[in-house]
């Protein structure tokens, strides 16, 4: 049977030869080809799922940090007590809170490039504490809409939207607005407030587009609630809302799967945010991932169309020579079924796809090399955030509190003493208006280093940075030293840092060193007095080095505002005594720093002096032109000062200016007063002239006048007076043919022998000689 069915191969004819070698060429290609496809789906359906999945935490991680720069910077808003009884102290009038709420919520915003606007808006009072437009009513406010339709919103932690909001000069534009509630835990149905912050779109929105992704794809983030956050630039969603996507919030922190969305077969992946709630979601077509294969597919079919001719040509000129080859063909087929390799791929195939997946591994690694240098910051971040929860917070150590502090590499003795090294940049606040935010962070990057290899080699302790211009260093020291030996090792530490900072930086430097605390419990403790002895500076002065022992603590009586100083001082100002006012404002100086503990009694004092001072240039003169001194004098830039001595150093200038307007003032009116005078000297000649005379008729004193027209004129006013009557006497005596007992009276004379005794005097010639001369004058 066998030998029959090879004897009827070898002399078949052409159609049966055609048959069986077409269907055997088709069997293998439909094997191998099938085979790769579906291999290679899959490898690229995983590949596309660690891709996508790479540019979520990509992104996450990146936003991540723009959002903890702002709760960092907007914490202290959201955690003041102050700003929840803000409305308080407005209907009280407490200018002092008020504008010290003002210029903490400016503050946020000048020393973080991410915040566009930042407000409170209180809905009970329909009042907004705004960093563009200062306190102002909601029905005056720019955005009054959105924030009154706040208590129509309802929200667990935060709300989150994208908008479009109009500002000057930037024009319109996208901006990512987070509310949250103060306080942040309330049981009625309102909080008190809403404290709205306004980041600028353009810096997530960077973030998105810089990540490079395929054409077809869309990327976009949602909050807890599925409301579009940002998405990638040119993306194309369609009429599809978040939900079409995925339902929210979703059942796993991250996850991938394929969905049908709008008829097209799409490959969904997602991540989620712990800490903020937000979900990245990245999709893309499987027509796009799988776009390389339809190419292969297209390829395998030309190659059996191929297949398909060469078997027609080969069997129309070789169909007889051909029958011996595929006689022993089939029989190996037959023989060695159970163990046939054809289905193997060849080597050089399998060479091909190792370097295919080489180059993918590389090119993902290569993605995520940013992603790991993100990281590392992030870790930076979170552990200085877990540092600071130790020096701001009382809370028992508990052994997860030592595993974290284990998983960090800090090696710190728990019932050792703690000194806490509080340093302040005193120019702070000039640096960060004329740098960058790289700049700043470049200087306390810097900054950090030195001070860990200068403080902290061989000795146990940290370094964390708890605000803006601040860095913390805690000392740790052993449990067996006794206090004042931690305390004087602490103090030659805090001296000798000191003086390598001024000597490394053109900056200067104002330290706050803390007593020693026994036990990790206390560090809080420590932190707390190191930042009362660095507010004392304000007082003390900057670049010194204050221990938290030589500051004066509770329990002295409040001082008392120096009053009879400051009525000096308004006096002299009301007299133009420039040397008199600086001295009495030295006095006033002097008395605070010698009496007063706090700086809040010294920005009250020196605010109660700085608008009782323009109140005295008030009343000395109503129609004093106060518009470009008022322009120059605000008391915003008085409570800016952070010392006493700019303090001092700004009413000082204040008054300066004052003086010299004043003065200014004083010598555009007396030059009219002379210049009245003198007219009125001219048309009443023949009236009484006395200076009491005059200064009745201008309501000033006979002496005063005598010494402002002295001053003015460089003459006295008696000389001015018997000028002006000779000068009118020689005009009666050459024009006209009057009497000289008429001129006498003309010019102010009672008779006319004085009148000739006075001309006599003035011109060396009697009135009848004077007369005579110029008459044989004109005649000659």
């Known amino acids: 049977m066998k030998a029959r069915g090879i004897k009827r191969l070898s002399s078949s004819s052409f159609t049966e030869y055609f048959f069986y070698l077409t269907g055997l060429s088709i069997l293998i290609t439909a094997l191998l080809g099938g085979s790769l496809y579906f291999y290679s789906a899959s490898m690229l359906r995983k590949e596309a799922i660690a891709n996508n999945n790479n540019s979520l935490r990509l992104l996450r991680n990146a936003q991540e940090l723009v959002l903890a720069e702002v709760d960092k910077s907007m914490g202290n808003i959201f955690l003041d007590s102050f700003y929840a009884s803000y409305m308080d102290y407005y209907y009280r009038q407490d200018m002092v809170t008020l504008q010290k709420l003002q210029l903490k919520l400016d503050t946020v915003l000048s020393t973080n490039n991410y915040i566009e606007s930042a407000y409170v808006y209180y809905h009970k009072d329909r009042f907004v504490l705004s960093s563009g437009q200062g306190p102002v009513r909601l029905e005056d406010f720019n955005d009054r809409l959105f924030a009154d339709g706040l208590t129509h919103t309802s929200f667990n932690k935060n709300y989150v939207r994208t908008r479009r909001i109009s500002s000057f000069p930037a024009g319109e534009q996208t901006i990512i607005t987070i509310v949250k509630a103060i306080p942040i835990f309330y049981t009625s149905k309102l909080p008190d407030a809403y404290v709205v912050v306004n980041i600028k779109g353009e810096y997530l929105q960077e973030m998105m587009d810089s990540i490079k992704t395929n054409q077809n794809a869309a990327v976009l983030v949602t909050d807890e609630a599925g409301n579009i956050i940002t998405q990638k630039a040119g993306s194309n969603l369609g009429g599809l809302t978040v939900s079409g996507y995925m339902s929210l919030p979703p059942a796993k922190p991250e996850d991938a799967y394929v969905r049908k969305l709008e008829g097209t077969e799409t490959l969904v992946s997602y991540i989620t945010s712990d800490i903020y709630g937000w979900t990245y979601i990245y999709t893309i077509p499987m027509s796009a991932v799988t776009k390389s294969i339809r190419v292969w597919v297209k390829s395998a079919l030309l190659i059996v169309l191929s297949v398909i001719g060469l078997s027609l040509l080969f069997s129309l000129l070789f169909s007889k020579w051909m029958a011996a080859p595929l006689k022993r063909l089939l029989f190996m087929l037959k023989s060695h079924a159970p163990d046939t390799e054809q289905d193997k791929e060849p080597p050089e195939h399998k060479e091909k796809e190792v370097a295919q997946i080489e180059r993918r591994v590389t090119t993902i690694l290569d993605r995520n090399r940013k992603l790991g240098q993100m990281l590392e910051e992030y870790e930076v971040y979170s552990k200085n955030k877990f540092l600071l929860s130790l020096l701001t917070f009382d809370e028992e150590v508990k052994p997860k509190t030592l595993e974290t502090l284990n998983y ?373």
């Open 408 to 780: 960090y590499k800090l090696d710190l003795d728990r019932n050792g003493y703690y000194v806490t090294l509080l340093f302040y940049m005193d120019s702070y606040g000039w640096f960060a208006s004329e740098h960058t935010e790289q700049s700043r962070n470049t200087l306390f990057l810097q900054l950090t280093d030195d001070l860990r290899t200068a403080a902290l080699t061989g000795q146990k302790g940290f370094i964390a940075e708890p605000e803006a211009g601040h860095l913390a260093l805690v000392l740790n020291y052993s449990e067996f030293l006794e206090p004042d030996e931690a305390a004087m090792l602490s103090f030659s530490m805090a001296k000798r840092l000191h003086a390598m900072l001024s000597e490394q930086y053109a900056y200067s430097f104002t330290l706050g060193v803390s007593s020693p605390k026994r036990g990790i419990i206390r560090l809080a403790d420590s932190y707390r007095e190191a930042e009362e002895a660095l507010r004392s500076r304000m007082i003390l002065g900057d670049n010194t080095v204050i221990p938290y022992g030589s500051i004066e603590k509770d329990g002295r009586a409040p001082i008392s505002y120096p009053i009879s100083i400051e009525r000096h001082l308004l006096g002299s100002l009301k007299l133009g005594d420039s040397q008199a006012v600086f001295h009495y404002l030295a006095e006033f100086e002097a008395y605070i720093q010698q009496n007063a503990t706090y700086m809040e009694t010294v920005r009250s004092f020196f605010l109660q002096l700085f608008f009782t001072s323009l109140k005295c240039v008030y009343e000395m003169n109503s129609d004093f032109e106060l518009g470009a001194l008022v322009r120059n004098i605000r008391h915003t830039e008085l409570m800016g000062e952070e010392t006493m001595r700019g303090m001092a150093a700004y009413m000082s200038r204040v008054y300066s200016m004052i003086l010299q307007h004043l003065e200014s003032k004083r010598s555009q009116k007396n030059r009219e007063l002379v210049a009245a005078v003198k007219q009125f000297v001219q048309d009443h000649l023949e009236d009484d002239l006395t200076v009491e005379r005059l200064g009745e008729q201008f309501y000033i004193s006979a002496s005063y006048l005598r010494r402002i027209y002295k001053e003015e004129s460089g003459e006295t006013l008696k000389e001015y007076i018997l000028a002006q009557r000779m000068e009118r006497a020689r005009q009666l005596l050459e024009q006209t043919e009057d009497k000289i007992v008429d001129i006498a009276e003309k010019v102010g004379y009672m008779s006319p022998q004085s009148f000739s005794k006075a001309f006599k005097l003035e011109t060396g010639k009697t009135p009848v000689e004077f007369r005579e001369e110029r008459r044989r004058f004109f005649s000659s």
